[in-house]
């Protein structure tokens, strides 16, 4: 079985990983770095950036993942800054925000980088939804998951999803596509 140093101390990234590489025979060992990480418009920049962070810090090939988050009414609003905006907001911020918008479709965009130290490859995957008209399910962390219903999520908003427990949390993960899908195509070709 082979082994991947993945960046990160976000518990749903790790469980994200840990799923779909398990059925690739790949193990995914989280490592917590503190990555100073660069703020931008670029999200592909800001991960190859972060992955290069994490390969100096640990000395060895690492995956690191970022998300943005587009709202397309909102000119993209928030992009890299989901995580601040999180902090600042409620559900009923987000809902205010969108208050008499059409267009309520929302993209999620995951962002994965590997580098070995000189090569990096950064795997994209899109999930598109949309924000409902009011807030369903738990979730301080994250006041978006609960006016974010994605496309693949049968209906229910991403807080309501994680409240139905590990095994549809699971589920979930090995059946939408992902990031880490095409992370796995690519590095079972180069071992």
């Known amino acids: 079985m082979n ?3 993945f960046a990160t101390s976000n518990q749903d990234k790790i469980q994200i990983a ?28 800001i991960v190859r950036d972060k992955s290069q962070r994490a390969y100096e810090q640990l ?5 690191v993942s970022d998300d943005t988050w587009d709202i397309p009414a909102l000119k993209g609003f928030p992009g890299a800054y989901m995580k601040s905006i999180n902090y600042w907001f409620t559900p009923d911020d987000f809902l205010r925000l969108m208050d008499g918008v059409e267009n309520r479709r929302i993209i999620l965009h995951q962002y994965l980088a590997y580098t070995d130290g000189s090569v990096t ?3 994209r995957n899109d999930i598109s939804g949309r924000i409902i008209n009011e807030a369903r399910g738990s979730n301080e962390k994250s006041p978006n998951t609960t006016v974010t219903v994605l496309d693949s999520d049968n209906g229910k908003t991403i807080a309501e999803v994680f409240e139905q427990g590990e095994e549809a949390v699971v589920a979930r993960y090995k059946n939408r596509p992902d990031a880490w899908h095409g992370f796995i195509e690519w590095y079972k070709n180069i071992q």
């Open 3 to 5: 082994t991947i140093y």
């Open 18 to 45: 840990q799923t779909i590489c398990q059925e690739a025979n790949i193990t995914v060992k989280p490592v917590k770095l503190d990555i100073d990480e660069i703020q931008g418009e670029d999200p592909e920049v």
């Open 59 to 63: 000395g060895m090939p690492v995956v």
């Open 121 to 123: 490859e950064v795997f």
